[in-house]
């Protein structure tokens, strides 16, 4: 049976709503519009966004060892370092065994990541790329050879970046996004569970969806409803990737 709650929820509930499993697991994070859109006319998930989503966005990285961001994204959205602000999630993490801050761990093909994310800051999580071998030396030689891991050779493969990470003991992985990085995921069947915000607004014109990947007669990857929670109109989803047999 699906949970479904309505009206706020504590940081105690939330934590249970989205517990994961002991083993390794791969969520997506997203938010979007009633039209599709993945971001507000100022082309930021920031600007679509609201107070419900933002505490499911905080408990979410409270229970990830990593985030993975693909180097668009970090850009676009002006990402730096990742730090537990609240004093309860850093509780709860350091009660899990985690470190205090979860790592970042960016997606790139081309190295091209912005000074903000590749500058060491105190009090903030430590940073891992996953790289394109043929940018491999040039990323090492900016941010040291124990922070750059080639993932393939081209193209950054969604296998062996979890591989990386899992082999770094980063078990819990939590990406969000952008549309491209979870295309590929998705077509590699590596995202166990998607939570996705539905706002009540409409924003038109034609902004990014959750997800960019190439068009085909088959769906990418079906998922199971695990629970709906309504906020003020806002309803968070979790879904659970579909068994096939």
Request: aromatic fraction near 2%; include cysteine.
């Amino acid at each position: 049976m699906v949970r479904v709650s309505s009206g706020p929820l504590s940081v105690e509930e939330l934590l249970r709503e989205y517990a994961v499993g002991p083993g390794p697991s791969v969520r997506a994070n997203f938010v979007t519009t009633l039209d599709g859109h993945a971001t507000g006319g100022d082309g930021l998930s920031g600007s679509i966004n609201s107070a419900a989503d933002k505490q499911v966005f905080d408990v979410l990285r409270a229970l990830a060892d990593v985030v993975v961001v693909g180097a668009g994204t970090i850009r676009a959205e002006g990402y730096g370092r990742l730090r537990t602000e609240d004093a309860g999630l850093l509780a709860v993490r350091r009660a899990a065994g985690r470190s205090d801050h979860p790592v970042l761990a960016v997606v790139t093909a081309s190295g091209d990541l912005p000074e903000k994310v590749v500058s060491p800051e105190d009090g903030a999580g430590d940073l891992l790329v996953l790289c394109a071998e043929a940018v491999r030396a040039d990323l090492a030689d900016r941010l040291g050879a124990d922070a750059v891991v080639p993932c393939g050779t081209d193209v950054v493969e969604a296998t062996r970046a979890l591989d990386a990470l899992r082999d770094r003991g980063l078990t819990q992985v939590l990406t969000e996004g952008g549309p491209h990085l979870l295309g590929s995921w998705l077509q590699a069947g590596v995202v166990d569970e998607l939570c996705l915000t539905l706002r009540p607004v409409l924003v038109g014109g034609t902004g990014p969806r959750i997800v960019e990947a190439a068009a085909g007669a088959d769906a990418l990857a079906r998922f199971d409803l695990l629970h709906a929670l309504e906020v003020e109109g806002d309803l968070m989803l979790r879904y659970g990737r579909t068994e096939t047999s």
